[in-house]
Nanobody, 122 residues
Framework: QVQVVESGGGLVQAGGSLSLSCAAS????????MGWYRQAPGKQRELVARVTSGGSTNYADSVKGRFTISRGDAKNTVLLQMNSLKPEDSGVYYCNIVGVSDIDISRHFDSWGQGTQVTVSS
């Protein structure tokens, strides 16, 4: 079982910045994708940003130009830099990693973190 752990959430004023990080608990020998999703109270979970093994990225329209997703120096990590934050960016941010780990090379895993709270005050 591949565990995914997020860190870096918190409270920030509108216009401020936060950085989120996420790490898988094991070595990823074949990455498919890493992504960040968020869920606000009463709303469905939505994609924020995603990066594939080839380096392609896609972002929600609402965060384009403000958020940047990147692979960390460690190959099992992914970062989300969030700038010019708005109150509507508030929510629980979840990390998702899909790939093949050294725990079981016969199949891919699709793991989610527990989530980290981001609150942007107006």
């Amino acid at each position: 079982q591949v565990q995914v752990v997020e860190s870096g959430g918190g409270l920030v004023q509108a216009g401020g910045s936060l950085s989120l990080s996420c790490a898988a608990s094991t070595n990823i020998i074949n990455l498919i994708s890493m992504g960040w999703y968020r869920q606000a109270p009463g709303k469905q979970r939505e994609l924020v940003a995603r990066v594939t093994s080839g380096g392609s990225t896609n972002y929600a329209d609402s965060v384009k130009g403000r958020f940047t997703i990147s692979r960390g120096d460690a190959k099992n990590t992914v970062l989300l830099q969030m700038n010019s934050l708005k109150p509507e960016d508030s929510g629980v941010y979840y990390c998702n990693i899909v790939g093949v780990s050294d725990i079981d090379i016969s199949r891919h895993f699709d793991s989610w973190g527990q989530g980290t709270q981001v609150t942007v005050s107006s």
